[in-house]
């Protein structure tokens, strides 16, 4: 059975600063909707209070994390040491999508190292935190985060970059509510 916590304490936050990579999920509120889970790294989450984590969604092909964030608010975000003692958090909260053109947006991403083509931010507020032994994790070594995603947005215009993400992320696979049409990027 794993403990309970109602804030991020010092300690859980230098532990989530060890870790390299990070799992996000979400759901929409219809019972046939696709769940979304969606690895992430790039050294890309930040906690901004106790009761608050935000991460840098320099995103890809789909948009179904802002999509149901969007819709419903609900995400849980997990981290699982790979090294080290065993150990998984579960981060369970409600999210807030924080699109270029919003103010919060540059003084949340001066918190991060450079991610080209940041196209939101994910802000969490924390409702819940809860841990649990991670035993059936594997070891892992980090070697590097892969150098592919942001190798290849160097490589395009803002221009590419908006012409893509107005192709494919103003909706989910459900038809959901995605970037905000004409807003979608602003190379960063």
């Known amino acids: 059975m794993g403990t309970e916590y109602t804030v991020i304490e010092d300690r859980i936050q230098k532990w989530m600063e060890r870790q390299k990579m990070y799992f996000v999920a979400t759901a929409p509120l ?21 009761t608050e984590i935000a991460y840098v969604d320099v995103g890809g ?11 419903n608010r609900r995400i849980v975000i997990m981290m699982c040491a790979f090294d080290g003692p065993p150990k998984i958090f579960r981060f369970y909260g409600r999210g807030a999508i924080v699109e270029p053109e919003a103010e919060e947006f540059r003084e949340i991403l001066a918190q991060f190292p450079l991610q080209p083509a940041a196209r939101c931010i994910v802000r969490v507020h924390v409702d819940r935190i809860i ?12 070697k590097s985060h892969r150098e592919s995603l942001p190798n290849y947005f160097e490589k395009l215009t803002s221009q590419e970059i908006e012409t893509y993400r107005q192709q494919n992320n103003l909706a989910s696979l459900d038809g959901l509510a995605g970037l905000t049409p004409a807003k979608s990027t602003r190379a960063c």
């Open 131 to 142: 841990d649990s032994c991670g035993y059936g994790v594997p070891l892992y070594e980090f």
């Open 30 to 50: 219809a019972g046939d909707g696709l769940v979304n889970c969606s690895p992430k790294g790039l050294d890309s989450l930040r906690v901004l209070s106790p």
């Open 61 to 71: 092909s789909g948009i179904e994390t802002v999509a149901h964030v969007k819709e």
